[in-house]
C-alpha cells in the first residue's frame, strides 16, 4: 500500500500527539487544578512541544493562584498567560483565560 503525502503527514501528526508525555501533563494539570478553576480546553501542539489550556476563574485571585501553581510543576519549563477576559454575560462574572505551557523533556525544567 502506498500512501500519499497528506496520509503521511496526518499519520505522523496523529502519531506525535500520541507521543506527548499524556500522563505526566494530566497528573500535572491536576495537581494544579484547585476547586475554583474550570478547565475548558486543552490543545496541544507537539511540534513546539506546547500546550494551550483554556479555563475559567471566579476571581483575578483564583486565576493568578493557578498560573503560579502551574509554573511549579516539573513537566512545565514555562508558563505563560495568553489572554484573559471577564464574561459580561454570565452572571458570575467569571474570567475566561488562556495560558501556555511550555513542555521539558522527561519532566525535568530546562536551564
Same mark, same amino acid.
Given at each position: 500500500m502506498i500512501l500519499s503525502a497528506p496520509q503521511v503527514t496526518a499519520i505522523n501528526e496523529?502519531?506525535?500527539?500520541?507521543?506527548?508525555?499524556? &500522563?505526566?501533563?494530566?497528573?500535572?494539570? $491536576?495537581?494544579?487544578?484547585?476547586? $475554583?478553576?474550570?478547565?475548558?480546553?486543552?490543545?496541544?501542539?507537539?511540534e513546539?512541544?506546547?500546550? &494551550?489550556?483554556?479555563? $475559567?476563574a471566579a476571581s483575578p485571585e483564583a486565576m493568578l493562584d493557578y498560573v503560579a501553581s502551574l509554573k511549579q510543576q516539573a513537566v512545565f519549563s514555562a508558563v505563560s498567560m495568553k489572554r484573559h477576559q471577564l464574561d459580561a454575560q454570565d452572571p458570575n462574572n467569571v474570567l475566561r483565560f488562556s495560558v501556555t505551557l511550555s513542555l521539558t523533556a522527561n519532566g525535568k525544567r530546562m536551564k
Open positions: 496523529a502519531v506525535s500527539h500520541l507521543n506527548l508525555p499524556w &500522563r505526566d501533563l494530566f497528573d500535572a494539570i $491536576e495537581v494544579a487544578t484547585p476547586p $475554583e478553576i474550570a478547565l475548558l480546553s486543552l490543545d496541544p501542539d507537539p513546539h512541544q506546547l500546550l &494551550r489550556l483554556t479555563a $475559567e
